[in-house]
């Protein structure tokens, strides 16, 4: 094997084995342009996107203990992994999609080192990202402590009126 097709092999296998999340996707009529605008969405959640060669990436998946069909990768193959961030590069990548229709489909990967099909990257790109799941848990710990809060000034606000008006009611 070829020093390139080594090396790309190599940085296939780590990114399986060390990605959060591996897509594999089949894309057609991407133009430069398109593609790097593609690559600049990814890299903006924290992932990257590598376009390989099928023989390589059955390879690489095949070292990994993935056992693919060359014939269920139609197109092109992409290949987008991430790190922490993995359901922000999910809605990145459907976002692209939605966008612009007919370019990319999504074939499977792996979530978690778990199996996906397409359907699952679906569900997965609609979930919060982590930054609005914080948000949603900050709000349910601090509303208990807000209503506590609004009950106690309104039993002393309500001291304060019974005493202000048994006052006006002496003078």
Do not use: W
């Amino acid at each position: 094997m070829r020093a390139e097709k080594q090396y790309l092999l190599e940085e296939i296998k780590e990114g399986i084995d060390q990605s959060e999340l591996m897509m594999v996707m089949s894309y057609q009529k991407l133009d430069a342009n398109m593609t790097a605008n593609f690559r600049k969405e990814v890299g903006k959640s924290g992932g990257t996107m590598l376009v390989v060669k099928k023989r390589v990436f059955l390879k690489a998946a095949e070292f990994a203990g993935f056992v693919l069909n060359r014939v269920d990768l139609g197109g092109h193959v992409g290949l987008v992994f991430s790190g922490e961030e993995a359901v922000t590069t999910t809605k990145s990548v459907y976002n692209f999609a939605k966008e612009n229709e007919e370019t990319l489909q999504i074939l499977g990967g792996h979530f978690q080192k778990r199996l996906c099909t397409p359907k699952d990257f679906e569900k997965i790109s609609k979930l919060p990202s982590l930054e609005q799941m914080r948000a949603e848990l900050l709000g349910v710990l601090q509303a208990p402590m807000a209503d506590t809060l609004s009950v106690m000034q309104a039993l002393l606000t309500s001291v304060i009126y019974c005493l202000d008006n048994k006052a006006n009611q002496n003078s």
